[in-house]
């Protein structure tokens, strides 16, 4: 079983995120997998990206940082921001068949596709702050163009959890339908899309990158703090507390 799989429906690309045991949380190797996912899908008209199971995505697997591996690491961290680096390229309109809980990197991975549709019972949200990370690659700049800078960092600052219908109201996503509605709902979009020139909408497109493009030189800083925290104190207790599913205890402020 591929880790992500690829079907076409018509000129429609359907790509999956296959690891349901782990909610969809992604590694280097399964990263890389998407990314030529996406760039082998250039000559659908549409492409659509989605989870097996309860989970859209988790984001990057937890367990590598409760024992990181700094080389392993930095390709995962990296390798996040190629994989929405290759949505925001694509020629093809990418949209989010969000099915279930999209968290830490899968919320960014929503953030960075062109459109959104949700399942009712799907949830947002960021974990980085929470598990001994940060939410660099969009979490902490780019939502707040969709969102606004207050509504951004309540959602990376406290890693709440929202419902569909919320992420809705706040402009993180495009509709929200019933679960088993989803991909007739997808379809339904992509169908539309179908019918516009696919000349003008990668115009369209590509011209929207603008702020995307502007928040880029953050990325990058953000990934070499995040890089050059592996290992920290707040990292491991971070992650090991999530996977024991217990509150971290964390050092980092001054005692009194």
């Known amino acids: 079983?591929?880790?992500?799989?690829?079907?076409?429906?018509?000129?429609?690309?359907?790509?999956?995120?296959?690891?349901?045991?782990?909610?969809?949380?992604?590694?280097?190797?399964?990263?890389?997998?998407?990314?030529?996912?996406?760039?082998?899908?250039s000559d659908a008209g549409v492409i659509v990206l989605t989870g097996t199971g309860k989970a859209f995505c988790a984001g990057g697997?937890?367990?590598?940082l409760s024992?990181?591996?700094?080389?392993?690491?930095?390709?995962?961290?990296?390798?996040?921001?190629?994989?929405?680096?290759?949505i925001r390229t694509s020629p093809r309109p990418v949209?989010?068949?969000v099915n279930g809980a999209a968290a830490g990197g899968g919320n960014e991975l929503v953030v960075a596709c062109d459109m959104a549709i949700a399942a009712e019972n799907a949830t947002f949200g960021q974990t980085g702050v929470r598990v001994g990370s940060a939410?660099?690659?969009?979490?902490?700049?780019?939502?707040?163009?969709?969102v606004g800078e207050k509504r951004a960092k309540e959602i990376a600052f406290m890693c709440r959890r929202y419902k569909a219908n919320d992420a809705l109201a706040m402009g993180l996503i495009n509709a929200v339908v019933p679960a088993d509605q989803l991909e007739a709902e997808v379809t339904r979009w992509a169908d539309e899309l179908l019918y516009m020139s696919p000349r003008y909408l990668e115009i369209a497109k590509i011209s929207s990158n603008v702020w995307w493009n502007q928040c880029r030189d953050n990325y990058?800083?953000?990934?070499?703090?995040?890089?050059?925290?592996?290992?920290?104190?707040?990292?491991?207790?971070?992650?090991?507390a999530f996977m024991e599913k217990r509150r971290p205890q964390f050092q980092g402020r001054a005692k009194k």
């Not at 939410?135 to 780019?142: A, I, K, M, S, W």
Request: without cysteine; proline residues 4%.
């Open 61 to 64: 697997y937890l367990a590598n």
């Open 67 to 86: 024992k990181p591996d700094p080389e392993a690491l930095r390709r995962m961290f990296y390798g996040s921001l190629n994989v929405y680096e290759a």
């Open 95 to 97: 949209i989010a068949a």
């Open 135 to 146: 939410p660099v690659l969009g979490g902490t700049n780019f939502l707040s163009h969709s």
């Open 1 to 41: 079983m591929s880790d992500i799989e690829t079907e076409r429906r018509g000129e429609v690309a359907w790509i999956r995120l296959n690891r349901p045991d782990r909610m969809n949380a992604y590694d280097a190797e399964m990263a890389r997998a998407l990314i030529d996912a996406v760039q082998n899908a």
């Open 220 to 240: 990058l800083s953000g990934l070499g703090m995040l890089v050059q925290a592996i290992g920290s104190a707040d990292m491991i207790e971070g992650a090991t």
